[in-house]
């Protein structure tokens, strides 16, 4: 085997996460777009496979909601909607070679990449779990948005290739502990039982 083919067989093999990403990031996109529009009333109904009407009382709970007053209103699927959007953004730029490999900008898009799917993924399962133990409810898009989210950090470490594992790991830890604790006393501010 010759090194040109060795060569393409790695190239091709990086492609992968990348397209992956893209993907699963379009399909988050859909995925909180809707719940965004429904929110904003541009949108009838969702129909959300599973229980009846779970989908309604998790997304009009206290937790489904980021701001709201006599005339604004953030649904915390806005949130989740821009945040797949800068992943399919960061994916689409690293996938359409304007960036050499070699370049620190090419690497620092793979950071970011991963700290907004470790970021994302987090707050994820802290939703997940207001969802189950304080909601209880089951919504099927939330559940979508996690293993999405999830799913874009996994494939996240093995397309960045990370040669260094020790920065990758203090710095996902960082950003885990950050936003779980941010997570944590926004819940609490917004919980019905604590007003």
Not at 54 to 67: I, K, Q, R
Not at 186 to 194: F, G, I
Request: proline share 3%.
């Amino acid at each position: 085997m010759n090194f040109n083919s060795l060569k393409r067989k790695k190239e091709s093999h990086l492609k992968w996460p990348k397209i992956a990403i893209a993907i699963l990031s379009t399909i988050g996109i859909v995925d909180t777009g809707s719940i965004t529009l429904k929110n904003w009333g541009l949108f009838n109904s969702l129909s959300c496979p599973g229980v009846k009407n779970g989908c309604e009382a998790v997304l009009n709970s206290p937790w489904g909601t980021l701001y709201q007053n006599n005339q604004l209103n953030i649904p915390l699927s806005l949130a989740g909607l821009i945040t797949y959007t800068l992943l399919l953004l960061c994916t689409l730029i690293l996938s359409i070679k304007l960036i050499s490999p070699k370049n620190k900008l090419f690497r620092s898009l793979w950071w970011i990449l991963y700290l907004i799917s470790c970021g994302s993924s987090t707050f994820s399962m802290l939703l997940i779990s207001i969802m189950f133990i304080k909601i209880q409810s089951f919504c099927f898009f939330c559940l979508l948005s996690a293993i999405l989210s999830f799913s874009i950090f996994i494939i996240t470490i093995i397309g960045a290739r990370f040669e260094n594992r020790e920065t990758m790991l203090y710095r996902g830890l960082i950003i885990s502990f950050t936003i779980l604790i941010g997570g944590l006393i926004w819940s609490n501010q917004v919980d019905p039982a604590r007003a």
